[in-house]
């Protein structure tokens, strides 16, 4: 945890703190891909107990963690049936408003997905507008970058997507 000092007084200002998050879903055949709150077109998607969108759920991991309130599997286990097929924003909401009932908000988001295909900027701008939504933050408050791994391993052989996730959430 990180004290902000008012240089004036040397008071505290406010309370930060950061969080990381990671999700690696494996990738296949028969399901839609859903990343960062948006519906890509690929012939293979995520597979998981919800949309599997690991954008969101290492968003709501780092979140969570920031905060010292667990982490995704804790709140919304898979071994519960109503969180089976359930849309990740409404798990980004959810968290967002455990956050809001601990008194914390969040500061900012900064996002790295890694997978082959399909290519990721033509949609990061839905994806930055999604998050915004549920998670009642601006746009500019949010980055989304994308990279591949080279064609090594199950990323390269597109058999997986991978999600890193940082957050700063402080507290008034």
Known sequence: MVWMKNPTNNSPLMKIRVGFGFDVHQMTEGRELW????????????????????????????????????????????????FKNIDSKILLG??????????????????TLVLEK??????????????????????????IKATTNEKMGFIGREEGVVAHAVALIQRP
């Open 35 to 82: 990343l960062g709150g948006v519906r890509l077109d690929h012939p293979k998607g995520a597979l998981g107990h919800s949309d599997a969108d690991v954008l969101l759920h290492a968003i709501c991991d780092a979140l969570l963690g920031a905060a010292n309130l667990r982490d995704i599997g804790y709140h919304f286990p898979d071994t519960q049936g109503e």
């Open 94 to 111: 959810r968290t967002v408003e455990i956050l809001e009932t601990n008194g914390w908000e969040i500061g900012n988001i900064d996002c």
């Open 118 to 143: 399909p290519k990721i900027m033509p949609h990061v701008d839905a994806m930055k507008a999604a998050i915004a939504e549920h998670a009642r933050i601006s746009v500019d408050d949010i980055s």
